[in-house]
Structure formats: C-alpha cells, structure tokens
C-alpha cells in the first residue's frame, strides 16, 4: 500500500520564479493538506482541497495556489518566490468521512536564492 | 485562533528510561494528533486521540479534552525515539475541522 508521495524531493529557484509541487494520496484518501515547515518550527496550513476544490485556508498570501484532481493527486503552485518562501512543503491525505489521522508525504525541500 | 504549547521543549534521556509529553491548548478540540519527525524529516502519525486513552506498543496517550491537554508517554525509550514530537489539534469556537494548528514540538534526543 503506497503512503503518499511528494515530487521532486529538492528544489532550488531563484526569487522571483514560480514553482509547482506535487502530491500522490495515500490509496482510500480524498482529501490532502498542504503545510510549509520552516526549520525549527512546526507545520503551518496552508490550505486543504477536496472534491477539486480549496475547503480551508490558512494565513498565506494569495501567491500560494492549489488544485486537486479527479484521481485526488494535488498540486502545490506557488509564484513570485520570495527568500522566506524556502521551507519544508508537507502533503498530507486522509479520508474526510470522518475526523481520520493525517499521513504525510517526506516533503519537498525548497531552496530560494 | 487556537493556541497549542508543547513542553518540555528539549528533553535528553539515556535508553530504556521513560518520559512524557505535554501539550496544552487553549480552546475545546475535535480533533487531536501527535507526530513524530524523525532526524530524515519524515512526519508519522503516532494517535488520533481527541478524547481519552491509547496504547501502542511503547507508546501512549491520554487526552483530557475538559481540561484541554494530552500527555505522550514513552516508556523504555530506544535511540529510534529520538526526533522531535509534535501535537497537533483543530476545533476550537467558530474553529474549523479541518485546520490542525501545530504546536513546536519537544526535541527528544535518546542516548545509547
């Protein structure tokens, strides 16, 4: 059984550029979460899809968009990189027909310069 | 928003002994995990615990929802167990489902 996966596990942009990150669910999941991890800290939401579209979002600027596909894979898109925006990118899925544990990807590291 | 404190935030043990957890928060919750990330990065969910008590194998948990918090317990600690350990909950009034707010997690170093 597949947990969910993250691509690319690296990435490095320059300030300024877009970026689009991506995420398998766990097989029997509906619903991902993404969550950005600056080091040190705990994952911050930044904002959760089902049924294709955004349910919830957290506090981030409008430059962090999203969208979720038939099969339940999302994608993380985020343009005009600041230097703050390098972080950890966490997905996670569940099953949203109850309050189900959140399992999450290993994340993908972005690096701005 | 909810608020969600972690203690201690650093916490050094030789292998075998046992420690525990805290986390508080400070409205009522729905919803209540506790992760591991281990030194690699990677987040594992231990419980699912909004209410109540859970066990498994070296670990458990117990949250008290009226009193908002839940305590960790890790007995007979193994250097795996080392990595930080987050709580995570979400509800709270007018709150929303589906938003876990993490807290900062207790740093856990096992030495051999």
């Known amino acids: 059984d597949a947990g969910v996966t993250q691509s690319p596990t690296h990435l490095i942009k320059t300030r300024g550029q877009q970026v689009t990150l991506r995420c398998s669910p766990k097989s029997g999941h509906d619903t991902v979460s993404w969550y950005q991890q600056a080091l040190g800290q705990g994952p911050q939401f930044i904002f959760q899809y089902y049924e294709e579209e955004e349910r919830q979002r957290g506090n981030f600027p409008d430059r962090f968009s999203g969208h979720q596909f038939p099969n339940y894979s999302s994608e993380l898109n985020v343009n005009a990189l600041l230097l703050g925006d390098s972080a950890l990118y966490l997905c996670?899925?569940?099953?949203?027909?109850?309050?189900?544990?959140?399992?999450f990807g290993n994340g993908t590291r972005l690096t701005v310069t | 928003g909810i608020q969600v404190e972690q203690s201690p935030p650093d916490l050094i043990l030789q292998e075998g002994a046992n420690s525990t957890l805290r986390c508080n928060f400070s409205d009522s919750v729905n919803n209540l995990q506790w992760f591991h990330q281990n030194p690699w990065g990677q987040l594992i969910n231990l419980f699912y615990?909004?209410?109540g008590t859970k066990q498994n194998g070296r670990l458990s948990a117990t949250t008290v929802a009226t009193e908002r918090y839940s305590l960790l317990y890790i007995s007979s600690s193994q250097t795996t167990d080392s990595g930080v350990y987050f709580c995570a909950v979400a509800g709270g009034s007018g709150g929303s489902n589906y938003k876990l707010t993490f807290g900062k997690g207790t740093l856990l170093t096992v030495n051999p």
């Open positions: 996670a899925s569940s099953r949203t027909v109850s309050f189900s544990p959140l399992h």
């Open positions: 615990i909004p209410s």
